[in-house]
């Protein structure tokens, strides 16, 4: 099975602006998750997905939204870039039970100048 | 709320050096356990797991238990290699109401030839 993808894999943006990222969970997954790595706060929750429902949310501004399309596809936005907005932004996949196990992809990092 | 504590690096061993990365989260609830390690610039990949006390997960040389009674999922690998320098991640993963894994903050580890 291919793994979880992301795209862009890089991306430099400036304050202000506003960008989106794309992951592509394994096939059959249907929960997605999104993190945000960086070298202060290491790795904090973003949000979760499952059948294009949000189950949870972390405690991030509401400048950072996502949403789950009907192929388990999922994106996140984050409008009104900040230069703190830097970091590596994983994503993560599962089927969404109880206990399973969540599969990353490569990341995407984003720069903000 | 849940958090999880690991020892902070960075870590540096010989090869075929004995290694332990502490590892020790709330007990709240049942958690599964998890390792990841991450190469640079790369994404997490799943080390091993253990949904349950006295769960033993193993992978690649790796084992960690998870012990209820100590609130511990310590890390160990009897012989390390040079292969084996990455960053090593801890997490804890709360299902129904949270859906989200908990991380510690990560331990570097160096293994010189």
């Known amino acids: 099975k291919a793994g979880v993808t992301q795209t862009p894999r890089y991306l430099i943006k400036t304050r202000g602006q506003q960008v989106t990222l794309s992951c592509s969970p394994i096939?059959?997954?249907?929960?997605v998750s999104w993190y945000q790595q960086t070298p202060g706060q290491g790795l904090q929750f973003l949000f979760e997905y499952f059948s294009e429902t949000q189950r949870n949310k972390g405690n991030f501004p509401g400048r950072f939204s996502g949403r789950q399309f009907s192929n388990s596809r999922s994106e996140m936005n984050v409008s009104t870039l900040e230069l703190g907005d830097s970091a590596l932004y994983l994503c993560?996949?599962?089927?969404?039970?109880?206990?399973?196990?969540?599969?990353f992809g490569p990341g995407t990092r984003l720069l903000v100048l | 709320g849940d958090s999880v504590t690991q020892m902070e690096g960075p870590v540096t061993l010989s090869e075929e050096a004995f290694l332990t990365i502490n590892c020790t989260y709330t007990?709240?609830?049942?958690?599964?356990l998890f390792w990841y390690v991450q190469y640079p610039g790369e994404g997490l990949q799943l080390l091993l797991k253990?949904?349950?006390?006295?769960d033993k997960g193993s992978n690649k040389g790796f084992e960690a238990t998870y012990r209820k009674e100590t609130t511990s999922f310590h890390l160990e690998k009897g012989s390390v290699q040079v292969s084996d320098s990455a960053v090593y991640f801890c997490a804890r993963y709360s299902g129904a109401g949270s859906y989200q894994l908990t991380f510690g903050k990560g331990t570097k580890l160096s293994v010189i030839p």
């Open positions: 007990a709240t609830g049942y958690p599964s």
């Open positions: 096939s059959g997954h249907r929960s």
């Open positions: 993560a996949s599962s089927a969404g039970q109880v206990k399973e196990t969540q599969y």
């Open positions: 253990a949904t349950k006390a006295d």
